[in-house]
Every structure is written in structure tokens, then in C-alpha cells.
């Protein structure tokens, strides 16, 4: 073979950049793929390809003409019967995304059940993961939200009852009514006792409810909560076992969630509970998130052991309140403050309005944080400042470069001294010598990210 013609040839890639082609691509487009050649037909057949089952409204749907609908997706019962029979074995995960027609939401769950009851034994033993969201929130023009129920609800539980050995499970926006929600996650306690590591349940109920059935997951290490599922009692129930596995409580704020909190002090549980709370689980790290397009700010959790901050909605910024009173309860324990995903609102460029000044209170006033995410705009300036501010604990420091503005319009301060003024004012009029100084602090590998480059951060906490 002509050396120019090996080069190019699709037959020579290996096996792992070929299932990571393919993974990228829906159902039908990795078919099409299959028939390049032998070795793209193999690799459509590799179990890495099949381990995540994703139901949304386009899938193994097809359009059909009604007298009063007009077109609208039908779901095909025979082609999710197939895909099941051939690659189920295979599946780790099975994902609901939010499915507006409720019929075909319904019918999804019914072959997914009829599948599992038909076997004598398990048919999917890779299942690890289960996660459903329900569209609680129309499309529509004149959109809505309501919450689910009646035979989805029903048909939901018998569903969770026939999963087993499950270690990650996921649910969210159900909107029950409380009485609807009690026996909920009864028969997932008897199939995934032992084996359930990760929970999380957002805005299942519309109004404050308490899932007590989650103290008794012994493995459990992750929980995942709205304010309106916490209580006094649930915290003492969870610090109570031994051993205890818990180790990350997270409480994560939606547009959805005031649905169920009416004020801040009806999601805040009261600071004798949260000092019960260190003292029988020291080692519990508990995690304030919020979530989505929604302008309420986090409600904070006085005397908790919080050790992340995370804003990952694009319509919120830092504001005087939530900094100085994250900077209040949390000085000691706090570890990440972040602030994910690019903004959708307009940001100032004044320096009295932009939050330069409360993110280097923070950096000064919590000795242990490690990991700070800006994605406000500051000056050059201000990340100066920071790396003189902050303590050596801080080990992350993660900015947007479109949001930096190369200026210094810091007043000075009686603590500068007239050597680290001039070298400030000098050293922010490039972001060359900024980045070369904050690589002497964070590393050589240090740099300011593009937007591309911002939106894929995960954080680890």
C-alpha cells in the first residue's frame, strides 16, 4: 500500500478513537457509519457504544399525521423492544430527559418495565445508573408547570421497584403532592439497600416533605436535596447511623424550587441542628449550589459545614450580601467558591460596581479556600491582588480572559507599600506579565481560559 494512501486510510484507526467517533453520534448516524468498512462495522457493535440508554422526545420515535394534532412523534414500541433484546445487557445507564408528551413518557416506561419483568433474571446486570427528570414546564407560548402523577407516577414506581443493584440514582422536578410522595422510594430501599452510593432528589414534592427513606441506604455517600426535602429531623436520623458512609450533603436551588419555599427562613435549618450535625459526622462536607436561569441567591445554611459555594446559572453575579455573609458563617470551613458557565446579563465595568473588591474580601477572609472560579469581570489588577491576598491554601484560580480588563484602577491602600504599588500599576498594563506572575504562584501550566475552554470545567467536590 502507497505510504500517502496508509496515511489516510479510516481502516488503520484504533478501536478506542473509532468508539469515541461513534459515541458522539445518534442511533441512526453511528448505522450509517457502520457501513464505511469491516472495522467501522465491528466497532458499531462494541459494548462501549450501548452503556447509556438516553430517552428524550426524539427517541425511537416516529411522525405520524393526525386529524386534530397534526404531526407529532409516536413512539415505536417494536424498535425499543429491539434495541433492548440486542444491547441491554450492556447498559449502565438509562437517562429520562424531559419528555412534553406524556403518552409517550408513559409508554417509555412501560416497555422498559415489561423488559425487566419478562426475564427470569436481571437482563440488564450493568445497570448502575437511573435518572429521570420530568417536564414539569411546558414549551409552549402560554408555558406552565405542573407536576406529575396519576398513572406516570404509578407506573414510575413499579419501575424503580423492578431496578436492582443500582449505585447512582437521580430524580427530579416530579412537583408531587406530599401524600404522593411517601412511598416513593420504598422499593428501591429493598432492591438497592446496600449497593445505593449516590441520591439525589430535586423539587419531588411542591411543598416542604422530608424523604426519611434515605437514612436507610447504608452505602449512601452522596446526597443531593432541595432546601424544601430538609428537616431537623432527617439531618439527626442521617448523622445517627454507624458507621456512617455519608460524606457530601449537597443542597441545590432551582427556578423550580420556590415552589416549595416560600422565604429563605422556611429552607434553613436552625444552628443547634447544624452543630449537632459537626459534632456526630465531623467529616460531613455539606455543598450550596444553585442551579439553572433563576434569580434567587442561595439560601444560606448558618452554622453548616459548608465547604463549596457553586453559582452555575447565568443570570446571577456577585452580589455585596451572599459574600458577606458566606465570609460570616463559612470562614473557616469554606474550600471552593465558583461561579460556572458564561453570563447572560450585563456586566459593569466600573470598579465600584464590579465585585473586584468582594472576591479579594473573600480570598482574605477564608484562610482555607483552595479552589476560586471568577467569571465576573475584574481588572488584571485584582488578580494581582488576589495572589498577595490570598493564603497558600489557595491552590486554583480559574478566570476568563474576555473578562479581564487590562487597567489598574485600585485605590491605594495604607497597607501597600510604594514598591508593590508601582510593580502593581506596571505589571497590569500587560496580561503577559500578569499570567507570567501568576504562574510563579499556581504553576507554570497556569493561563487565563477562552470561553470554549470555561464552559467544559467540572468541579470535584
Given at each position: 500500500m502507497p505510504r500517502s494512501k496508509r496515511r489516510g486510510s479510516w481502516e488503520i484507526l484504533p478501536d478506542i478513537v473509532i468508539e469515541q467517533i461513534f459515541l458522539s453520534l445518534t442511533i441512526p448516524q453511528r448505522y450509517n457509519c457502520s457501513q464505511v468498512c469491516r472495522r467501522w462495522y465491528e466497532a458499531f457493535f462494541s459494548p462501549r457504544l450501548w452503556r447509556r440508554l438516553l430517552l428524550n422526545g426524539r427517541s425511537f420515535t416516529h411522525r405520524r399525521?393526525?386529524?386534530?394534532?397534526?404531526?407529532?412523534r409516536e413512539i415505536d414500541h417494536m424498535r425499543l423492544k429491539c434495541y433492548l433484546g440486542a444491547v441491554g445487557q450492556y447498559c449502565r445507564c438509562i437517562t429520562f430527559a424531559p419528555i412534553s408528551n406524556y403518552y409517550n413518557l408513559g409508554e417509555f416506561i412501560k416497555?422498559?418495565?415489561?423488559?425487566?419483568?419478562?426475564f427470569d433474571d436481571f437482563p440488564m446486570p450493568c445497570l448502575e445508573e437511573f435518572v429521570f427528570t420530568f417536564a414539569c414546564e411546558t414549551g409552549w407560548e402560554d408555558s406552565y408547570v405542573t407536576g406529575t402523577g396519576g398513572q406516570i407516577l404509578g407506573e414510575l414506581k413499579r419501575l424503580l421497584a423492578d431496578l436492582q443493584g443500582l449505585s447512582k440514582l437521580k430524580i427530579s422536578n416530579l412537583l408531587l403532592s406530599v401524600c404522593d410522595a411517601y412511598e416513593l422510594l420504598d422499593d428501591v430501599v429493598e432492591n438497592c439497600c446496600d449497593t445505593l452510593k449516590e441520591l439525589e432528589m430535586l423539587n419531588c414534592t411542591k411543598n416542604a416533605f422530608a424523604p426519611t427513606a434515605v437514612t436507610r441506604f447504608s452505602a449512601l455517600r452522596t446526597l443531593v436535596l432541595s432546601p424544601q426535602h430538609l428537616s431537623r429531623s432527617l439531618l439527626l436520623e442521617l448523622v445517627a447511623q454507624q458507621p456512617l458512609a455519608l460524606e457530601l450533603l449537597s443542597i441545590v436551588q432551582d427556578r423550580h424550587t420556590k415552589l416549595g419555599?416560600?422565604?429563605?427562613?422556611?429552607?434553613?435549618i436552625d444552628i443547634g441542628t447544624w452543630a449537632q450535625v459537626k459534632h456526630?459526622?465531623?467529616?460531613?462536607?455539606?455543598?450550596?449550589e444553585c442551579r439553572g436561569i433563576t434569580d434567587n441567591d442561595l439560601a444560606i445554611q448558618e452554622g453548616a459545614p459548608v465547604s463549596a459555594v457553586v453559582y452555575d446559572t447565568p443570570v446571577f453575579k456577585v452580589v455585596p450580601k451572599s459574600v458577606i455573609q458566606i465570609t460570616d458563617y463559612y470562614r473557616q470551613s469554606l474550600k471552593v467558591y465558583a461561579h460556572l458557565g458564561l453570563p447572560r446579563i450585563r456586566r459593569p465595568k466600573s470598579f465600584v460596581d464590579r465585585a473586584d473588591t468582594l472576591l479579594v474580601l473573600l480570598v482574605?477572609?477564608?484562610?482555607?479556600?483552595?479552589?476560586?472560579?471568577?467569571?465576573?469581570?475584574?481588572?488584571?489588577a485584582t488578580l494581582l491582588v488576589i495572589r498577595s491576598e490570598a493564603a497558600m491554601s489557595l491552590r486554583t484560580l480559574v478566570v476568563r480572559r474576555k473578562a479581564v480588563i487590562l487597567r489598574c484602577d485600585w485605590p491605594r491602600s495604607k497597607e501597600w507599600t510604594n514598591e508593590f504599588y508601582d510593580h502593581l500599576r506596571m505589571t497590569s498594563r500587560s496580561y503577559d506579565d500578569v499570567e507570567r506572575e501568576l504562574k510563579k504562584r499556581f504553576g507554570t501550566s497556569w493561563k487565563m481560559l477562552s470561553d470554549r475552554e470555561f464552559k467544559r470545567i467540572r468541579l470535584l467536590t
Open positions: 399525521l393526525t386529524p386534530f394534532k397534526g404531526y407529532w416497555v422498559i418495565r415489561y423488559f425487566l419483568g419478562f419555599c416560600d422565604d429563605e427562613a422556611d429552607s434553613a456526630g459526622a465531623p467529616g460531613l462536607r455539606v455543598r450550596l482574605r477572609e477564608c484562610p482555607n479556600l483552595g479552589t476560586l472560579v471568577i467569571r465576573d469581570r475584574v481588572s488584571t
